[in-house]
């Protein structure tokens, strides 16, 4: 079974932040829940395509070393899940990010 748990929502049960221990707690007809965990569906999915085993680590972190390291990750996920489902090459990441992680669009591609 899977526990979902919505963040935010007026039917949440688990205490906020709860996650992976509320999960085992939980239990449908007798049966254990578990929480899945899809953060790094995409970047697994293409290892998997290309027969690569994935590397050590979070796929996100380029080793941004800056104030804001919590964001940086977030405008790299974003900008790798953007760009590959971007054939016709139009996603640019946004000025104040390029800006704070100190890359153009050009470096955040080739990254």
Not at 30 to 39: A, C, H, M, R
Not at 45 to 53: I, Q, S
């Amino acid at each position: 079974m899977i526990c979902i748990q919505k963040i935010n929502s007026p039917k949440q049960k688990a205490p906020r932040g709860a996650g992976l221990q509320a999960c085992s707690y939980i239990t449908i007809n007798g049966q254990v829940t578990v929480e899945l965990d899809f953060s790094t569906l995409h970047p697994l999915l293409l290892y998997a395509e290309f027969g690569v085993d994935p590397p050590e680590g979070d796929f996100y972190d380029l080793g941004y070393d800056g104030p804001d390291k919590a964001r940086a990750r977030k405008i790299f996920k974003q900008a790798f899940n953007a760009l590959i489902n971007d054939a016709s090459g139009y996603y640019q990441t946004p000025k104040e990010d390029q800006h704070l992680i100190d890359m153009t669009n050009a470096e955040i591609r080739q990254a």
